[in-house]
């Protein structure tokens, strides 16, 4: 497991952490249509906080993109790096998933973030933010919606729907288990919103959530419970 420092010059307030993503925003690429689906890796990135700790920990899971076997693993913890503001989580997460990402043995191939990418209100979720620092193919598969709006897909697997913001569409609300509620997919870096749906289908063989979600989600929180029981 990693330890992860705070970055010197992290953004302290709102207002620099905005300045960041405003910054950073242009440099989302959204022509290329990133990697086949079940070619290579596919790595799963998450985390769990204990916020009485002021502790975050990070995990990152790569598997098989053809068997969805584990390949490798890796866990960081760190400090918290930033207060909750609804719209600047990834400044909160960032450096520890960078950390457990950079600890990984291989190639990462293309994240999967439990989060946003452009479905989000400044275009720049977790995903986006990730893709832009590291250079991936990233895509943000989430659990609810966010603040947008969409018609209910089909209910059958494989049902979509966009995901809109006014008339812009920002992802879609993909039906990933029969009459199961939808997740909601996104476009993060170098990747399509057609390729990111693919993905998460190939992901999703058995559950509502990708399999790369699901292994970092169980993961992060075992690091995190490591670290909670440990003196201080």
């Known amino acids: 497991m990693t330890t992860v420092s705070i970055p010197a010059g992290w953004p302290a307030t709102e207002e620099e952490a905005r300045a960041v993503q405003d910054g950073l925003r242009k440099r989302v690429v959204l022509d290329e249509p990133g990697p086949p689906p079940g070619s290579g890796h596919v790595t799963g990135v998450d985390v769990a906080y204990d916020d009485e700790r002021d502790v975050v920990a990070a995990a990152a899971v790569v598997l098989d993109a053809a068997t969805l076997e584990v390949v490798a693993e890796a866990t960081a913890v760190g400090r918290i790096s930033f207060p909750y503001v609804p719209g600047l989580l990834a400044f909160r997460e960032i450096p520890t998933v960078l950390a457990a990402l950079d600890a990984l043995p291989c190639p990462p191939g293309l994240v999967v973030c439990d989060g946003y990418g452009l479905a989000h209100p400044r275009r720049f979720g977790l995903a986006s933010h990730l ?53 909601f997919v996104s476009v993060g870096h170098r990747t399509s919103l057609d390729n990111a749906c693919a993905h998460t289908l190939a992901l999703t063989p058995e559950y509502r959530l990708p399999e790369t979600t699901r292994r970092a989600d169980s993961l992060c929180r075992q690091a995190l419970k490591r670290v909670s029981a440990g003196p201080g």
């Open 131 to 183: 893709g832009v620092l590291t250079g991936l193919p990233t895509i943000g598969v989430a659990k609810n919606p966010f603040t947008f709006t969409y018609d209910d897909p089909g209910p059958e697997r494989g049902a979509a729907a966009p995901l809109l913001a006014g008339a812009e569409e920002v992802g879609r609300a993909l039906r990933t288990r029969d009459t199961v509620k939808p997740v």
